[in-house]
Structure formats: structure tokens, C-alpha cells
């Protein structure tokens, strides 16, 4: 029979469904080095958010079939690790979204009516009716940083509230949002419009730190902000300080960037305008049924030797059908988010050509595979191989499918073109011998380079000097440069560069790369 270590505490739902099937151990609050000695043992692992899946944890189990989580955020999870044992990670993308949606609601509430202050001083024998004069919701203007799931949930209700709806999400369709009754507007005219702001985004590069000092001042002195997303999405220093003095009205925090929260953080001393809830979004007796259930049944069937149903990083095929199929799938989400990045935000078409000996493989894993690389930038875990088409459809993306099997620069190759806010952009790859992703073509410019973490790729005219220029412009911002690649159909023509770096572009260098002379436009892409 299977063994099932279960780590973290998970409605019983889960555990019947996991006994079906398999031995199962719950186990508890293990400290990492425990984790590593027992899991050569196990089969499977199921966690919520407290446990830790390193890369050490990953390679000690070797039994491991899947690690499931009950939840959506796979941070705790090295991802990348599983997926290169071939171990399938799941989730549960919508098991917690009412949840989260109700209780940045319910945070939202609080705060304009200082109900956790009040509750407290009627408690310790007080009736101060003046201390706590609050603030209605009615007719105000809600900004949503994020219009996804838990978004498009927290905007409806709001809406039937009364509240006026303006949303930033670079990544939605203005249809989609008038659809929730919802105006998109930039990051900057949301933060100066709203009386109330909250976020519903996941954390990446791109959002760390959204919401900043600078930030925080462009707030109205009567706003409020809530984050029942990810931890480190605001700067907690600055936003202490921002409610201490008055700036803002106030904050609500269910995340944070250290969790649990440091006993001498600032935010501790915020008063009755700072709510703090320890990440009690998910935690309805609802959501925690949904989720365990959610993800025991999906453990279950891998265990079995079924696809699993949301799977983040292999798609829910047979096995067999899977090992064939893997390595095109991980060139495929390469290419996809990678073309993504190059066209901009706001896809708006992605054509997918399958080309040699691929033109005769089924191209819907392929085709999913690069959707979900094109989505990852905006949606992290949220978008897997089960919803990554209906995410594309939701936000308008027009998808083509093409085979050519009589294009053979490579014996298989896979060609993606997007059209999006930067104009049309395409990448072309292939798989190596030995299995190695190389790009091997950016906008119809031939090169040869494999995909790593942090790249730049710029289009420029070719002419002497400028390679120098760029790669002595990037030492000077101490960016070391892994490898670099020039592709050019004509000598002093049109050209693209492709850098590959070892450290991630500091803030402030693209503008200074666009002013190299003959450099045209200039893009990075993180992996
Ligand atoms: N507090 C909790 O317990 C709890 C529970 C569930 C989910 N969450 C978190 O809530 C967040 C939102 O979840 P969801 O289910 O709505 O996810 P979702 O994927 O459905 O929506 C996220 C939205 O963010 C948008 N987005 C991505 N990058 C952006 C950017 N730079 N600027 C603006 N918008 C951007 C995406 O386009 C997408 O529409 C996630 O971080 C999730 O982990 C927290
Ligand atoms: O309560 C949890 O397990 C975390 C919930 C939430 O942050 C998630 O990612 O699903």
C-alpha cells in the first residue's frame, strides 16, 4: 500500500479520502531536518503552507510521486526541483476564493468601523460611543490591484454595495472588467482616486514592494488599504509609519513578509486604524473542506496511476503519454512565457506553429503548456495545465493552432508569435540531442542560446561598437553577463541581441540601454 505523510494540519475530508487508497502518517509542526530523514519512505506529501518542500526535502524522496497542496500559493514549494524528479505538484486554485474574497471584505468593514477596537474596549469594561465614529462604504471608490479570481469576487460584492469600481491589473481585457462593472485605470491613478484599496495579486519580481513610500504618499489622507493576498506586496515599515502619522486612514494586513509576524514589528503598534489578522484568509470550514478534498482526491488518483486534475508543473496526462511528452512541454511553457515578456502585458493573439517531427504530435498538451508559460508572468501557480485555456479565454487571448512539418532547420522545432501592448513578437526553439531547450530564433532573427533566469534582448542596427557599449553599460551596473548572442540576416542591418545575465537588471539600466545609439527598443525577460 502507498504511504502519505500528511505535514500539516488538513480537514479530516482529506485524510478519509487519502485512507482509501494508501497508509497515510499525519505528522505535524516536523522540524526540516525530520522531514528529510522520514519522506524516503512516502509516496506522497500533503501540506498547507506550513511546511517547507525544499530542494533538499525533494531529493531525499525518492518514492515521491506528488506533493499536494491545500491551498493555491506553491511558494512553499521548490517547484522547479519536483519538476525536474518528475514529482507533480497540485493545488487548489479555487478552493479558498470565497474565503479570501470575504475576508478582505470583512476586513475592509473593520476598518471603516473600527470593530476589533470597539469590540475590545466594550470587553475591558468601557462604552465609548465617540472614540470610534466611523466611515460608510457607500458610494466610495474601491481600487482593486488584481482582477482575477478573489478580485472579480470582492469587485461584485462591493458593487452591490454601492461602491464605485476601479481596477489596475495589466494583464485583464477592458471587456473582462466592464464585465465585473469595473474601470481599469494605471497603478498610479487608482492609488490617488480610491478611498479604499485592496490587493489580489500574487507576489512576483514584478509586484514585491508594489505599494512602497512613494506609494503610500500619493494616498488620499482619508484612504485605507487592505492586503489579504501575499505578504511583501506593501512595505510594512513605510505603510506603520503612513497610519502612525496620519497619512492614510488606515490598513489591514491577513499577509506578511515574515510569517509568523515579528513580535517588534512597527505594525504591532498601529492602533485601532492597523487591523492584523495571522493569514486567516483561507480559514473557513468551508474552504478547508474544499481544499482538502480538492487535493486528496488528486493524490489519490496519481496515486492510482490517473491524471491529477490541477497539476502546476506536468500536465494531467497518463503517465506513459506524459514521459513522451515532457520535454516539448517544458520548451513549449519556455517559449510561451518567454514571448509573453517580449510582447507586453495585454496578449492579445498567440499563434503556435508546430514544426518537423512535432508537426505530427498532438499539439493540445503543447498548446496548453505554452498558454500556461504565456500566463505564469500574471497568474504564479494560479494558472495550470487544467485552466490555463479557460484563463486565455477569459482574458480574450485569440489562440492559433499550425503544423509544418516541413520546416527542418531542427528535426522538431516550435514557433510562437504574440501580439500584444509591445507589437508582434515571435521566439522559435527546439530541443537538443541531449534534451537542452536552446532558443534558437527571436523575431525572425536566427540565434542559439538556452534559456536561463534573467535575459535581455534588445533590436538595434547593426554596427561596430555597439556590443561593447551595451555589455560595458551593463559591468557598470554590475551585471555580469553569462553569454551573448548577436542574430542578423544582413550585415549593418537590422539586428537582435540576446544577453543572458547572471544577476537581475537593476532598476533604471533599460532606460540607459534605450539611449545607446542604434539600439531600438530593449526588453528583459525573467524565467
Ligand atoms: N490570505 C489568504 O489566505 C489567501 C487565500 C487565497 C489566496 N490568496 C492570495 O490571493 C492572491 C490572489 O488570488 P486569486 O485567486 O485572485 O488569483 P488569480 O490568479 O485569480 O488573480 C490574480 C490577478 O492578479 C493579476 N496580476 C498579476 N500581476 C499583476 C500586477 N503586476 N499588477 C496587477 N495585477 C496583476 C493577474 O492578472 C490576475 O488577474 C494570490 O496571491 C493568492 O495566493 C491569499
Ligand atoms: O491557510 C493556508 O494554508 C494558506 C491559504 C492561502 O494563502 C493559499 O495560498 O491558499
Same mark, same amino acid.
Given at each position: 500500500m502507498p504511504k502519505v505523510l500528511v505535514s500539516d494540519s488538513v480537514d479530516r475530508a482529506g485524510i478519509e479520502i487519502l485512507s482509501q487508497v494508501a497508509q497515510v502518517d499525519e505528522k505535524t509542526g516536523l522540524p526540516l531536518s525530520d522531514l528529510i530523514s522520514i519522506i524516503p519512505e512516502y509516496d506522497a506529501l500533503m501540506i498547507r503552507s506550513g511546511t517547507q518542500v525544499t530542494k533538499e526535502v525533494i531529493e531525499a524522496g525518492a518514492q515521491l510521486k506528488i506533493i499536494g497542496r491545500a491551498g493555491v500559493g506553491v511558494d512553499n514549494v521548490d517547484v522547479a526541483a519536483a519538476t525536474r524528479q518528475g514529482i507533480v505538484v497540485v493545488n487548489s486554485p479555487e478552493g479558498n476564493t470565497i474565503a479570501a474574497a470575504e475576508h478582505a471584505l470583512a476586513m475592509m468593514m473593520s476598518l471603516s468601523r473600527y470593530v476589533p477596537d470597539a469590540n475590545h474596549s466594550v470587553k475591558s469594561g468601557d462604552w465609548n460611543r465617540k472614540a470610534f465614529i466611523g466611515a460608510e462604504i457607500y458610494k466610495k471608490t474601491l481600487g482593486l490591484i488584481g482582477l482575477g479570481k478573489i478580485g472579480s469576487h470582492v469587485a461584485n460584492v462591493a458593487k452591490a454595495m454601492g461602491m464605485k469600481l476601479i481596477a489596475y491589473d495589466p494583464y485583464i481585457s477592458n471587456e473582462r472588467a466592464e464585465q465585473i462593472g469595473c474601470r481599469l485605470v494605471?497603478?498610479?491613478?487608482?492609488?490617488?482616486?480610491?478611498?479604499?484599496?485592496?490587493?489580489?495579486?500574487?507576489?512576483?519580481?514584478?509586484?514585491?514592494?508594489?505599494?512602497?513610500?512613494?506609494?503610500?504618499?500619493?494616498?488620499?489622507?482619508?484612504?485605507?488599504?487592505?492586503?489579504?493576498?501575499?505578504?511583501?506586496?506593501? #512595505?510594512? @515599515?513605510?505603510?506603520?509609519?503612513? !497610519?502612525?502619522? $496620519?497619512?492614510? /486612514?488606515?490598513? *489591514?494586513?491577513?499577509?506578511? &513578509?515574515?510569517?509568523?509576524?515579528?513580535?517588534?514589528?512597527?505594525?504591532?503598534?498601529?492602533?485601532?486604524?492597523?487591523?492584523?489578522?495571522?493569514?486567516?484568509?483561507?480559514?473557513?470550514?468551508?474552504?478547508?473542506?474544499?481544499?482538502?478534498? #480538492?487535493? @486528496?482526491?488528486?493524490?489519490?488518483? !496519481?496515486?492510482? $496511476?490517473?491524471? /491529477?486534475?490541477? *497539476?502546476?508543473?506536468?500536465? &494531467?496526462?497518463?503517465?506513459?503519454?506524459?514521459?513522451?511528452?515532457?520535454?516539448?512541454?517544458?520548451?513549449?511553457?519556455?517559449?510561451?512565457?518567454?514571448?509573453?515578456?517580449?510582447?507586453?502585458?495585454?496578449?492579445?493573439?498567440?499563434?503556435?506553429?508546430?514544426?518537423?517531427?512535432?508537426?505530427?504530435?498532438?499539439?493540445?498538451?503543447?498548446?496548453?503548456? *505554452?498558454?500556461?508559460?504565456?500566463?505564469?508572468?500574471?497568474?504564479?501557480?494560479?494558472?495550470?495545465?487544467?485552466?490555463?485555456?479557460?484563463?486565455?479565454?477569459?482574458?480574450?487571448?485569440?489562440?492559433?493552432?499550425?503544423?509544418?512539418?516541413?520546416?527542418?532547420?531542427?528535426?522538431?522545432?516550435?514557433?510562437?508569435?504574440?501580439?500584444?501592448?509591445?507589437?508582434?513578437?515571435?521566439?522559435?526553439?527546439?530541443?537538443?540531442?541531449?534534451?537542452?531547450?536552446?532558443?534558437?530564433?527571436?523575431?525572425?532573427?536566427?540565434?542559439?542560446?538556452?534559456?536561463?533566469?534573467?535575459?535581455?534582448?534588445?533590436?538595434?542596427?547593426?554596427?561596430?561598437?555597439?556590443?561593447?557599449?551595451?555589455?560595458?553599460?551593463?559591468?557598470?551596473?554590475?551585471?555580469?553577463?553569462?553569454?551573448m548572442q548577436v542574430g542578423r540576416k544582413i550585415v549593418r542591418g537590422d539586428a537582435v541581441m540576446v544577453l543572458s545575465l547572471d544577476d537581475p537588471l537593476p532598476e533604471g539600466i533599460l532606460e540607459e540601454i534605450l539611449k545607446v545609439s542604434g539600439i531600438r527598443d530593449a526588453y528583459t525577460v525573467t524565467m
Amino acid at each position: 500500500m502507498p504511504k502519505v505523510l500528511v505535514s500539516d494540519s488538513v480537514d479530516r475530508a482529506g485524510i478519509e479520502i487519502l485512507s482509501q487508497v494508501a497508509q497515510v502518517d499525519e505528522k505535524t509542526g516536523l522540524p526540516l531536518s525530520d522531514l528529510i530523514s522520514i519522506i524516503p519512505e512516502y509516496d506522497a506529501l500533503m501540506i498547507r503552507s506550513g511546511t517547507q518542500v525544499t530542494k533538499e526535502v525533494i531529493e531525499a524522496g525518492a518514492q515521491l510521486k506528488i506533493i499536494g497542496r491545500a491551498g493555491v500559493g506553491v511558494d512553499n514549494v521548490d517547484v522547479a526541483a519536483a519538476t525536474r524528479q518528475g514529482i507533480v505538484v497540485v493545488n487548489s486554485p479555487e478552493g479558498n476564493t470565497i474565503a479570501a474574497a470575504e475576508h478582505a471584505l470583512a476586513m475592509m468593514m473593520s476598518l471603516s468601523r473600527y470593530v476589533p477596537d470597539a469590540n475590545h474596549s466594550v470587553k475591558s469594561g468601557d462604552w465609548n460611543r465617540k472614540a470610534f465614529i466611523g466611515a460608510e462604504i457607500y458610494k466610495k471608490t474601491l481600487g482593486l490591484i488584481g482582477l482575477g479570481k478573489i478580485g472579480s469576487h470582492v469587485a461584485n460584492v462591493a458593487k452591490a454595495m454601492g461602491m464605485k469600481l476601479i481596477a489596475y491589473d495589466p494583464y485583464i481585457s477592458n471587456e473582462r472588467a466592464e464585465q465585473i462593472g469595473c474601470r481599469l485605470v494605471e497603478l498610479d491613478v487608482l492609488i490617488q482616486e480610491a478611498d479604499y484599496i485592496t490587493l489580489h495579486i500574487p507576489r512576483t519580481e514584478e509586484t514585491a514592494n508594489l505599494i512602497n513610500a512613494e506609494a503610500l504618499a500619493k494616498m488620499k489622507p482619508t484612504a485605507r488599504i487592505i492586503n489579504c493576498a501575499r505578504g511583501g506586496l506593501i #512595505d510594512e @515599515a513605510a505603510l506603520a509609519e503612513a !497610519v502612525k502619522e $496620519g497619512r492614510i /486612514a488606515g490598513a *489591514a494586513l491577513d499577509v506578511f &513578509g515574515n510569517e509568523p509576524l515579528e513580535e517588534d514589528s512597527p505594525l504591532r503598534d498601529g492602533g485601532k486604524n492597523l487591523i492584523l489578522t495571522p493569514h486567516l484568509g483561507a480559514s473557513t470550514a468551508e474552504a478547508q473542506v474544499n481544499v482538502a478534498v #480538492d487535493v @486528496a482526491e488528486q493524490i489519490r488518483d !496519481v496515486l492510482l $496511476g490517473l491524471p /491529477a486534475r490541477s *497539476a502546476v508543473n506536468i500536465p &494531467g496526462l497518463y503517465p506513459d503519454a506524459l514521459a513522451k511528452l515532457r520535454p516539448y512541454l517544458e520548451l513549449a511553457e519556455t517559449l510561451g512565457n518567454m514571448v509573453g515578456q517580449l510582447a507586453g502585458g495585454r496578449v492579445e493573439s498567440l499563434t503556435i506553429s508546430l514544426q518537423g517531427d512535432l508537426a505530427n504530435q498532438d499539439s493540445k498538451p503543447i498548446t496548453i503548456a *505554452a498558454l500556461k508559460g504565456l500566463l505564469t508572468p500574471a497568474l504564479r501557480e494560479r494558472v495550470n495545465y487544467v485552466n490555463a485555456n479557460i484563463e486565455a479565454k477569459e482574458r480574450g487571448i485569440r489562440i492559433i493552432e499550425m503544423r509544418d512539418a516541413s520546416v527542418r532547420d531542427y528535426t522538431d522545432s516550435l514557433h510562437l508569435e504574440a501580439k500584444g501592448s509591445r507589437g508582434q513578437h515571435t521566439v522559435t526553439g527546439a530541443l537538443l540531442g541531449d534534451g537542452e531547450l536552446r532558443i534558437t530564433n527571436v523575431d525572425e532573427f536566427p540565434v542559439n542560446v538556452p534559456p536561463i533566469q534573467h535575459m535581455l534582448f534588445t533590436r538595434h542596427r547593426d554596427m561596430p561598437g555597439i556590443i561593447g557599449r551595451i555589455g560595458s553599460l551593463l559591468g557598470s551596473f554590475n551585471v555580469n553577463i553569462a553569454s551573448m548572442q548577436v542574430g542578423r540576416k544582413i550585415v549593418r542591418g537590422d539586428a537582435v541581441m540576446v544577453l543572458s545575465l547572471d544577476d537581475p537588471l537593476p532598476e533604471g539600466i533599460l532606460e540607459e540601454i534605450l539611449k545607446v545609439s542604434g539600439i531600438r527598443d530593449a526588453y528583459t525577460v525573467t524565467m
